[in-house]
């Protein structure tokens, strides 16, 4: 039996420590590099996420409450919802839930419909449950073709309907649409007239009148070839005009 060479045995232990202490250093180094770029990294992106949460609040901080823009930012649908407002009236209400503006409950609206049903579209609206708080008319153009000239004829319906509506919900606060310009050859010109009839009306009811013919003036074309119904941008910019009247944002 060989006898066993003690020094050599000594160095190959001694070399095999040294290569597992090296070994250990290296990982144990580059793991605390690789810790060190990880939490960086983390703060890095805790600093980028609160930069923007700054910039969010800051931004939305400038924003006056109850601007159009403040509208804008939480939508006219949300802000309908929230302050259990209501439209009721014609084709031109349609176009609200149509163009996806307004939530299909916060909306009532029938085809040519003339002003003295506008009960029957408030009674749709309790019977499905609605609180109403803010009530918005949207009548006129389908009886300028039915009154024409008679002007007075279409004022006492619309006075008719209104007092109806205030002993139905007389806590509500309620708002006429005035009609919108028309470029149909036999509506057009008695449009105006019915606005100017219309203002003294709200002024005697203590309701408020909403004008939204800056809009259509704001572009070039903005009817269809019907010469009566609004393109699409139009219904949310006049959602956005009825929330800023009532100031409802």
Known sequence: MKKINVKSVFIILITFSLAFSATFIFFSVHSVKEEK??????????TIINDMSQLNIS?????????????RLLGAAKIFSEKNAYVIGDSFAEGLTAYNVLNKNNVVWTRGRSVKYAIEDLNTLLNNGADVKYLFMQYGVNDVVNYGANIDGFINAYKNSVKEIQEKIPKAKIYANLLANATRSDVKDLIPEYNEKMRPMCEELSITCIDNNFILESQE??????GIHPKPF????????MISVAKLG
Do not use: L, M, R
């Open 221 to 226: 074309n903005p009817i269809y070839n019907d």
């Open 234 to 241: 139009f219904f949310k910019e006049w959602a956005y005009n």
């Open 37 to 46: 770029v990880n939490i960086n990294k983390k703060s890095a992106i805790a």
């Open 59 to 71: 931004e939305a901080s400038s924003i006056p409450e109850g601007s159009v823009n403040q509208t």
